[in-house]
């Protein structure tokens, strides 16, 4: 990078110095040019004209580098030629808003100065919530206002212009919750409305309720109560294949038996069953737990401490009285009262107390997970509060960690705070199957454009490979261009060049696979939320700017001065010369 020489600030100390070292040196130069000594007059010279030239306050100034503008709030920019242009700049400046992330994949990283004051006055949110939710659970919309002032409202409304859930705060941040009643797909609609109760925004939300697989229970309890028994009442409305038994005497055991012999995912004991377990029976248990089974043990009954400590390295205290007993409210609003054996924290302990919940603790164990619960009594909220207990047991059942393994796993996070927009590309990503394809289609099942991550242009109606993308470690993704509003299915499918051949078009289609991924997405329209659009401008500009530090794109700053040691060198090396011509 070239630059030039410029006369920075004058002081008074370096004129004086200047004006010195010019007068002695010139006097030097004649004195010695009279006695007809040229060459020790221009050795003096040289000297004097470094020494000046050190006392002088120059500046090596960068010039101007090439810069390019891209001013955000212009319509339809050109792409193409916008990458080609600052191809050659080596800054960028950008006034409005900002870009998408869609749109900053496709130019090259530069240095970025960011106008802020040239962005938009109006209001900007963050809206935090998942497309596609299992039924039973409780979907959760986040709303974050930065210039909230006073109290403002978030509504969520059904597509018959019902208000389902509504949240009023003075907060940043407001969440509303809502229980969806069917597993179906919905486009619902939020309204965010201000301390003046006018509208700041509203648009669209989109919730695919699924049918959860069904989950597959053991359970073992070495004696009966009101606590298991309403558990086994909530497995059974839930539909869980449940295999139950239950010892109610010496020699007398209640069972039942699941409707088909599967493999559970969720092993649920009392204590008490737990301890009178033969080692290697309890030793087979732990070996399936950490193969990636859960294990959920009801501690109320627990008797000897021993053998929680030496098995899981699980400290219990017992309470010494029942004055010490302790009564609870969860987040779900279920009352608890605590047992005899509570868990305590030892030191470097694998166990994890909630601090929130101190009647769970949980640790894990190989592939799988372990969880204590401390706690009775829930079965009072069968009657009481129904509703409330399903959401409970769903929490547990959730820090169980009890999942099915996938060939491909998909990177739900990006919809939970991205927003797919039509004629703006979008990346399906996920992880496990390498030689996979994924084909989208729209509702109606028609084939839609795409393509890999690579690819600038679409391919209508072609399956494409699944390819690696550097930004995302160990993931595959697929991108594509959706043309318009509206839901989009997606499914993984084998890369075998003649699947279509080999598959019956007019077999039904396998829903909930486990062998291959497969969801949905819903893509917004243009006009859709302006406020969640222009932050998400705002954060993907702010990444982009991330990527190239200012320091690395400089080589000198302005008003740099220049460095002393040559010019101190040179009058050294004449004046040096110059001694030794006088002692010869």
């Not at 949980?362 to 509703?387: C, N």
Request: proline content about 5%; glycine content about 6%.
């Amino acid at each position: 990078m070239t630059g030039i020489l410029v006369m920075g600030n004058w002081s008074w100390w370096s004129l004086a110095a200047v004006l010195a070292i010019a007068a002695v040196g010139s006097i030097s130069a004649i004195l010695y040019w009279r006695r007809a000594r040229r060459l020790d007059s221009l050795l003096i010279a040289c000297a004097s004209v470094s020494l000046t030239l050190l006392m002088l306050p120059l500046e090596y100034q960068r010039k101007p580098e090439q810069e390019l503008l891209i001013d955000s709030r212009q319509e339809h920019l050109d792409f193409a030629r916008l990458r080609s242009q600052l191809m050659q700049a080596n800054t960028l400046r950008l006034q409005g808003d900002g870009l998408f992330a869609s749109e900053w994949r496709d130019l090259p990283p530069k240095k970025l100065i960011w106008d802020k004051s040239s962005w938009s006055t109006a209001e900007s949110l963050s809206l935090t919530f998942s497309q596609q939710i299992s039924f039973g659970r409780v979907f959760e919309l986040t709303v974050e206002r930065p210039q909230a002032r006073g109290e403002w409202r978030v509504q969520l409304i059904a597509e018959n212009q019902q208000v389902l859930a509504e949240q009023t705060g003075k907060d940043a941040s407001i969440s509303v919750r809502w229980l969806p009643p069917v597993a179906e797909r919905m486009v619902l609609k939020a309204r965010v409305l201000d301390e003046k109760n006018q509208l700041i925004d509203q648009g669209p939300i989109p919730l695919d309720v699924i049918a959860m697989p069904e989950l597959r229970v053991q359970g073992r309890f070495a004696a009966p109560s009101f606590d298991t028994q309403t558990l086994n009442q909530l497995l059974i409305q839930s539909h869980a294949v449940i295999d139950w038994q239950i010892q109610i005497g010496k020699d007398l055991v209640r069972r039942e038996t699941a409707r088909t012999e599967v493999e559970a995912d969720l092993l649920v004991q009392d204590a008490a069953y737990f301890e009178q377990m033969p080692v290697p029976q309890r030793t087979q248990v732990l070996a399936q737990i950490a193969a990636g089974r859960s294990l959920l043990i009801l501690g109320a009954n627990a008797q000897q401490a021993a053998v929680w400590k030496n098995t899981l390295d699980l400290n219990l205290r017992q309470q010494a009285s029942v004055a010490e007993e302790q009564e609870w409210q969860t987040p779900q609003a279920v009352h608890l009262h605590s047992v005899r054996w509570m868990p305590q924290s030892a030191g470097q302990s694998a166990w994890y107390l909630d601090p929130v919940q101190p009647w769970l603790a949980s640790r894990s164990w190989g592939k799988g997970k372990i969880v204590w619960i401390a706690a009775a009594g829930w079965h009072q909220a069968l009657i009481s509060e129904p509703q409330a207990l399903k959401q409970w047991w769903q929490s547990l059942i959730d820090q169980s960690a009890v999942t099915r393994a996938q060939s491909w796993e998909w990177e739900s996070s990006q919809t939970r705070q991205g927003m797919p927009l039509a004629g703006q590309s979008w990346q399906i990503c996920g992880r496990g199957n390498t030689q996979g394809q994924i084909q989208i289609s729209t509702e109606n099942g028609t084939s839609e454009s795409a393509t890999d991550s690579s690819t600038d242009s679409a391919t209508k109606g072609k399956r494409l490979p699944l390819r690696a993308y550097a930004a995302k470690a160990e993931a595959q993704c697929a991108g594509f261009w959706p043309i318009a509003a509206g839901w989009y299915d997606w499914q993984v499918v084998s890369a075998d060049e003649n699947a279509d051949n080999k598959v019956d078009k007019n077999a039904p289609t396998v829903k909930n696979s486990t062998e291959q991924g497969e969801g949905a997405l819903y893509v917004y329209a243009a006009t859709d939320w302006p406020t969640w659009q222009r932050q998400l401008k705002r954060i993907a500009s702010a990444a982009y700017g991330q990527q190239i530090p200012d320091s690395a794109n400089t080589l000198a700053r302005p008003g740099q001065r220049l460095p002393a040691w040559p010019f101190i060198l040179f009058s050294m090396l004449c004046l040096l010369v110059l001694w030794r011509r006088e002692q010869a």
